[in-house]
């Protein structure tokens, strides 16, 4: 493609798009994306299991990790609902802050951002694979042999899991080849990999509790939710919160899990003593029962080497407050995550390189956004509230870099 474009955003994700809409709806004129897919906006199909949890009513920057401050976007963007709304599409809020397209459907927040860019060509199946300044314009190569021309670029090219979406970080490379540093990319918001043996028993089960993650004894952080066991790993969104905060050593790390959160230890040793009680005919396994699923009762009473058979009767007093301990604080090693299943990757455009406006401090006209900015957040919108404010954030400093 000979002509100059304005502006090439590279990659038609989540924040791509939005540094689209916005750069057309400031009046910039020439702008292209290039998406390796077929189609662009893929991952946002998927995103909230095809309902996509566009941002939450609670955001702020703490909620952010990584190398980049992202105050000064959250606050100039403001709310991802005006933002829609602005495009036609309204939302509505869940009990737990969790904002969502009013129809529930992916699709409508797919639908109006390509409505409103309807415009802007998009050219589909192409990937970038160099990108170089030369005289002031950005050349960008794709792999078919095409070369595009623009005044400023936009890298909108995500993280680095979930390859069918477009996303395993080779991007990285168009912007490692420019000297900009980038810190290499983890799987986040997903299930954790622990021990088969204790995981086995547990398979299928989902239970109400808090978990928390310890790195050699000492607690990094702490969710609540339902935690879901498969065959050998931790799941639910408590977990994949906490996944968040594993750093690349496993090793010495553990999920502890609080099957009763509101109770303190001794308000524990109360309640198994009262079941003890009740249930004084009953085995240990039934004597659980009335506190938790039995395949968790039995697990429980094997990790504490308690026959689970055994009259409920004869357990001592050591036994009930053991009980009691592992109730409160049952072990789990980390193992891995299940990097198939993220949702995100930490990593990125370290935020030393990236101006207020995610320019790239050393390269003038070359913007970063979204994933493949060093920033990440847990669930529940946050992830998809960044692109938007981040794509926002670019477009609008294109604009104004162009006097419009
Ligand atoms: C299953 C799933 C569910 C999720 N649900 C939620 C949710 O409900 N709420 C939430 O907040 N977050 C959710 N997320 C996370 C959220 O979707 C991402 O954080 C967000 O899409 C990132 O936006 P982005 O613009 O950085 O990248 P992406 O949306 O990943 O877009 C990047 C685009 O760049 C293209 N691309 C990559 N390399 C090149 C190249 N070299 N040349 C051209 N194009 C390229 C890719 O094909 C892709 O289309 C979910 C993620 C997944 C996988």
């Given at each position: ?372 900015v060093d920033v990440h957040a847990p669930c529940g919108g946050y992830q998809l509230h960044w692109a938007w404010a981040s794509g926002y954030t670019a477009g609008k400093a294109v604009a104004e870099s162009l006097g419009i």
């Amino acid at each position: 493609m000979s002509e100059i474009c304005n502006l090439i955003i590279i990659g038609g994700g989540a924040s791509g798009l939005a540094a689209a809409v916005t750069a057309i709806s400031l009046g910039v004129e020439k702008i292209a994306v290039l998406e390796r897919l077929p189609r662009t906006g893929k991952k946002i199909l998927a995103t909230g299991n095809g309902r996509c949890n566009l941002s939450h009513q609670n955001i702020s920057a703490p909620d952010y990790q990584g190398s980049y401050d992202v105050t000064g976007i959250l606050q100039e963007f403001g709310s991802a609902e005006a933002f829609f709304e602005s495009l036609g599409l309204y939302c509505r809020t869940d009990e737990q802050g969790r904002i969502y397209p009013y129809s529930m459907s992916a699709n409508a927040v797919l639908d109006a951002l390509r409505l409103h860019c309807s415009g802007v060509p998009e050219f589909c199946n192409e990937q970038a694979v160099n990108l170089f300044r030369k005289n002031r314009i950005w050349h960008i190569l794709t792999e078919s042999g095409t070369e595009y021309l623009s005044r400023f670029v936009i890298v909108s090219t995500g993280g680095t899991v979930q390859p069918k979406f477009g996303t395993d970080g080779t991007a990285f490379r168009l912007l490692e080849n420019l000297n900009i540093p980038v810190i290499q990319g983890r799987p986040i918001l997903c299930p954790l990999l622990s021990d088969k043996n204790i995981l086995r028993s547990l398979k299928g089960l989902r239970v109400k509790g808090s978990v928390s993650l310890y790195h050699k004894n000492q607690i990094i952080r702490t969710e609540s939710g339902e935690i879901q066991f498969t065959e050998q790993a931790l799941s639910g969104i408590c977990i994949f919160n906490l996944s968040s905060y594993l750093k690349y050593q496993f090793s010495g790390c553990q999920i502890s899990v609080n099957l009763f959160p509101e109770l303190e230890l001794p308000e524990v040793i109360a309640r198994l003593y009262s079941c003890q009680a009740v249930r004084c005919g009953a085995s240990c396994e039934d004597m659980l029962s009335g506190l938790m699923q039995k395949p968790l009762a039995r697990t429980v009473l094997k990790q504490i080497r308690i026959r689970a058979d055994m009259p409920c009767s004869q357990l001592s007093d050591l036994q009930i407050r053991h009980l009691a301990g592992i109730c409160h604080d049952f072990r789990f090693p980390v193992l891995g995550t299940v990097k198939e299943q993220a949702q995100a990757s930490a990593g990125g455009v370290s935020g030393k390189a990236l101006d207020k406006q995610l320019q790239v401090k050393a390269c003038p006209g070359l913007y970063v956004t979204g994933e493949a900015v060093d920033v990440h957040a847990p669930c529940g919108g946050y992830q998809l509230h960044w692109a938007w404010a981040s794509g926002y954030t670019a477009g609008k400093a294109v604009a104004e870099s162009l006097g419009i």
